[in-house]
């Protein structure tokens, strides 16, 4: 049994979208829409309506993906000293 806060078992043959989704640390609705807008692989395998990855895909992936201010998502606007986050100029 998995322990509560722990990731899912990276030595699995096969991820489920509550795998991926509890990897990446999001929703599994927020892992059906990255699939659904083509932002991350295709399933390996689909089983019924089980769609399935590698885990060894979904972590190569994942560590390729853009990082905030790394040329993918905006990084967090800047505040001068104040913390009020208006530019004194």
Same mark, same amino acid.
């Given at each position: @049994? @998995? ?5 899912? $078992?990276?030595?699995? +043959? /096969?991820?489920?979208?509550? $795998? ?6 999001? =929703? #599994?609705?927020? #892992?059906?829409?990255?699939? =659904?807008? &083509?932002? @991350? !692989? +295709? *399933? $390996? ?6 769609? @399935? /990855?590698?885990? &060894?895909?979904?972590? &190569? /992936?994942? +560590?390729?993906?853009?990082? !905030?201010? #790394?040329?993918?998502?905006?990084? *967090?606007?800047?505040? $001068? +000293? &104040? ?7």
């Amino acid at each position: @049994m @998995m322990s509560v806060g722990a990731g899912p $078992d990276t030595t699995a +043959e /096969w991820w489920t979208t509550s $795998d991926v989704a509890a990897y990446l640390g999001v =929703k #599994v609705a927020t #892992v059906s829409n990255y699939r =659904k807008r &083509s932002q @991350m !692989p +295709e *399933p $390996d395998a689909t089983v019924g309506r089980t769609h @399935m /990855w590698r885990p &060894s895909r979904i972590v &190569s /992936w994942h +560590e390729s993906r853009p990082r !905030p201010g #790394v040329g993918g998502r905006p990084s *967090p606007v800047n505040t $001068d +000293e &104040s913390g009020s986050g208006v530019s004194s100029r």
